[in-house]
């Protein structure tokens, strides 16, 4: 048998291999931690974002920042880009910063670090951004939902899948259409 984070991943093999007469479709569970982090709903003035995954190509860490510069002119805003890495996407994101966010004023870079930092990090965040355009699954995605946090996410993969109607969604690889996501969010108190 064959056991499948994803319908999506399950349709998109199956599509290349053929049709598979012992499956199923098992989805990950999440650490029950991130039930119980206790946020505030309402956006402060300072608009705090959190993004949760290590830098790769596919992930669109600096596509984000582009979208968030121009925000970031208008309001008091922070991006948290948690999760590290080396490489052609870190090198793209230092670049786009370079042009977004030449002081270091609205946007702070983790390395990996633990569960529980990640869950302190939720816990100031008002807006949970997920812009990878390649996923199985999407891990953390999960643990923003489970968190109640409000997320804008990526309508690449099986993502449309995993958040269901539990957030909005965008383009990952269009700056403008993350900002206009985001927008959508800050405009509309009771998305």
């Not at 984070?5 to 290349?16: A, E, G, M």
């Not at 993502?159 to 900002?179: C, K, M, Q, W």
Request: with cysteine; net charge positive.
């Amino acid at each position: 048998g064959v056991i499948f984070l994803s319908n999506y991943t399950s349709n998109l093999i199956q599509k290349s291999c053929g049709n598979l007469n012992n499956y199923k479709v098992i989805p990950h569970g999440v650490n029950e931690l991130f039930f119980k982090v206790k946020k505030n709903t309402k956006i402060s003035e300072k608009i705090v974002f959190t993004y949760v995954s290590n830098y790769d190509l596919y992930k669109n860490q600096w596509v984000v920042v582009k979208a968030l510069e121009k925000l970031n002119k208008n309001c008091n805003i922070e991006l948290n880009l948690v999760g590290g890495g080396e490489g052609p996407a870190k090198n793209r994101l230092v670049n786009q910063l370079k042009i977004s966010d030449p002081k270091s004023k609205f946007v702070k870079m983790y390395d990996f670090v633990s569960q529980k930092k990640i869950i302190e990090i939720m816990k100031n965040t008002d807006i949970f951004i997920f812009a990878s355009s390649c996923e199985t699954f999407g891990i953390t995605l999960l643990e923003g939902m489970a968190a109640g946090m409000v997320i804008a996410c990526s309508n690449k993969s099986s993502i449309p899948e995993i958040i269901e109607d539990g957030g909005l969604l965008f383009d990952p690889e269009n700056h403008l259409s993350i900002h206009k996501t985001i927008m959508t969010l800050i405009d509309n108190a009771n998305l």
